[in-house]
């Protein structure tokens, strides 16, 4: 329409892919020839994904599927339902190189990789609960608890093999798929962390449920 978002938007990523720029040179570029191109901030997120992803979309790597799931949460926020969920590939059905690998502790089966945890910072313990202490006065002592801020879950990209995810479900359990144990739960709509961070969407495993393998 305009030329001045989304057709810049795959002008740059063409030229990226075949001069293997950056983001920012690509743009610069096309500027030094049509100065009032302007492609929105999504979409410069979505240029500086594809030069990370060294120019090839694949939800085989980490940082797309990453990239898929924050859709998933935007399109849940918006239509109330997750759509198409492009979710981890099952570990028991790969042959792995040495890496990081959670067990069942119950019936030892694969469940995740290293590669399907996703990290996150710290939140500020239990002040970020929204329960406040009593002291014997019957006054509220929100800081009488302890800044205990380990993080008592694993926190993974939804998995093929967890229950109701190619069906859109917004929330279940997870359960383990070969010995049934309870793992953990999840909820796109996200949940707290025991160290008070919110996380969204929520794919929550206890670490009490799973044996944590690293190489030697």
């Given at each position: 329409m305009a030329g001045q978002s989304r057709s810049a938007t795959v002008a740059a990523a063409y030229l990226m892919q075949r001069d293997k720029l950056t983001a920012e040179e690509a743009v610069a570029t096309i500027k030094s020839r049509r100065p009032q191109i302007h492609p929105n901030s999504g979409f410069l997120d979505q240029l500086q994904l594809y030069y990370d992803l060294n120019y090839d979309v694949s939800t085989d790597k980490a940082l797309y599927r990453r990239f898929l799931i924050s859709h998933n949460v935007e399109h849940f926020k918006e239509y109330g339902n997750v759509g198409s969920v492009v979710a981890g590939a099952d570990p028991s059905k790969q042959i792995l190189?040495?890496?990081?690998?959670m067990r069942c502790k119950k019936c030892r089966r694969a469940l995740i990789t290293g590669a399907n945890v996703i990290d996150h910072q710290a939140g500020a313990g239990q002040l970020a609960f929204s329960y406040n202490k009593?002291?014997?006065?019957?006054v509220d002592t929100p800081h009488a608890f302890p800044q205990n801020r380990a993080c008592s879950s694993l926190f993974v990209e939804p998995m093929e093999w967890m229950d109701g995810i190619r069906d859109g479900l917004v929330e279940n359990k997870i359960n383990c798929p070969k010995c049934d144990a309870k793992l953990g739960s999840y909820n796109w709509s996200g949940a707290q962390c025991s160290c008070g961070k919110w996380i969204t969407p929520s794919f929550q495993i206890h670490r009490n449920r799973v044996?944590?393998?690293r190489p030697l």
């Open positions: 190189p040495a890496q990081r690998l009593r002291n014997a006065n019957g044996d944590e393998a």
